[in-house]
């Protein structure tokens, strides 16, 4: 059995690794595929404290994210409530119904703050009165918002 050799991903590549990994593969793999299309490179000291010194400063970037999402989140739940407008018809059944999209204008209305609107799930809304929304801020931060439906 040949002996593996280690290097370092330039890019990621599906089922090996995401580009900065240490990864361990085939000499012929490694010579005749990721180094010549410059996919990886030789593990060497320096090679490995560029890839730490990137990582940190990853990990940093991810932290500041995540803290400015707390802040977000601290923010939004301070608002007592989000007012939408919607035409009303027969038993306080309003005419279409609110969208995530409605939600986030009233959110940036609110606080001037822009929220992604993939991120918001509402239950369905198609009479007035009030609700609650789950605003996604970042991988483990969501934010609960009172959305209030009125007749406009």
Request: charged share 25%; proline share 3%.
């Amino acid at each position: 059995m040949a002996k593996r050799v280690q290097l370092v991903l330039n890019q990621d590549i599906s089922k090996l690794g995401k580009s900065g990994d240490l990864v361990d593969v085939a000499p012929g793999y490694a010579r005749n595929y990721l180094i010549p299309q410059n996919l990886a490179t030789h593990a060497t000291p320096g090679i490995l404290k560029q890839v730490e010194r990137r990582r940190e400063k990853e990990r940093q970037r991810q932290l500041e994210l995540r803290q400015q999402a707390l802040e977000r989140k601290a923010a939004l739940e301070k608002i007592a409530s989000l007012q939408i407008g919607k035409p009303l018809g027969e038993n306080e059944a309003i005419f279409g119904t609110v969208t995530t999209q409605d939600v986030a204008e009233a959110i940036k209305a609110a606080t001037g703050e822009e929220v992604d609107r993939r991120g918001i799930s509402i239950p369905d809304i198609n009479h007035i009165g009030t609700y609650q929304a789950e605003v996604k801020l970042y991988s483990d931060v969501t934010a609960q918002v009172n959305i209030e439906v009125v007749a406009s």
